[in-house]
């Protein structure tokens, strides 16, 4: 991998993470586009940047980790929505790696493009209860929670699952996209852990440059669509997304 591809795969690992359109897919598809084998020094490398991916969020919601009873509060129903997706995707983890497929990764754009547009019908000019992430309950948290089981299957998107979980159990778009953010730090945490524990060797052989261009672009990337997401839920709904997915899905299966 050269730079030039390290800041390619880490626009689109920031751009994609945290919206709901799958990043697992798009990186798939990137580097299947890009020529980039599934070699252990370009796995060592999605790591680097998915922490990046991570960081950012810590850098955007900072104020979040304040140790004080409402953020405590907060943390707890994030660890308690993080629990159903952590224990599939430990104990199927093998069957997961498996369905990495680009058929299966265009079927499931299209399928979550689907959901998200029959939800912004079903919910149109409807008000959410939960405006705010503090009068969530524990209960809704773990709808949510499993709600996001889906994301395992590849191009369903995380984030998706999450929003489209949060989104049915009440909660309004933008105190659904950051709870998806936050949601993220654990399942991501966990994900990149496991995978720098089977690949930590391979870094000693990778150019520190790329690794590197990748892990700035990322970050910076991803800080600056988590800030314009919030925006952007602001005054819109999720139905663009909705036919992104379905487009970028159709094509997909179109050229593959």
């Known amino acids: 991998m050269d730079t030039i591809q390290a800041i390619i795969l880490g626009v689109i690992e920031g751009v994609t993470e945290f919206l709901p359109i799958s990043s697992t897919g798009h990186m798939i598809v990137a580097s299947q586009w890009l020529g980039l084998p599934q070699s252990e020094d370009n796995k060592a490398f999605e790591v680097i940047i998915q922490l990046a991916a991570i960081l950012a969020v810590v850098a955007n919601y900072r104020d979040r980790f304040v140790l004080n009873a409402t953020n405590i509060e907060l943390w707890k129903k994030v660890v308690l929505a993080f629990i159903p997706i952590g224990l599939v995707g430990l104990l199927l983890h093998k069957q997961i790696k498996a369905m990495f497929t680009v058929e299966i990764?265009?079927?499931m754009f299209i399928v979550g493009g689907v959901v998200f547009l029959i939800i912004e019908y079903l919910q149109r000019d409807k008000q959410h209860p939960v405006q705010y992430l503090e009068a969530m309950s524990y209960r809704q948290a773990l709808w949510i929670?499993?709600?996001q089981i889906f994301a395992l299957i590849p191009g369903t998107s995380r984030a998706g699952a999450s929003i489209v979980g949060a989104l049915l159990v009440g909660l309004s778009r933008k105190a659904s996209a950051e709870f998806s953010f936050l949601l993220a730090l654990p399942v991501m945490l966990a994900a990149s852990g496991f995978?720098?524990?089977k690949h930590y060797q391979d870094f000693t052989g990778?150019?520190?440059?790329?690794?590197?261009?990748g892990f700035v672009v990322a970050f910076v990337s991803a800080w600056?669509?988590?800030?314009?997401?919030i925006r952007f839920l602001e005054r819109f709904t999720f139905v663009a997304f909705g036919v992104y997915r379905i487009l970028f899905g159709a094509l997909l299966l179109t050229l593959n």
């Open 105 to 107: 990764v265009a079927v």
């Open 145 to 147: 929670g499993i709600a």
């Open 195 to 197: 995978d720098l524990l």
């Open 206 to 213: 990778t150019n520190m440059l790329v690794l590197a261009a």
């Open 224 to 229: 600056l669509v988590m800030r314009l997401f």
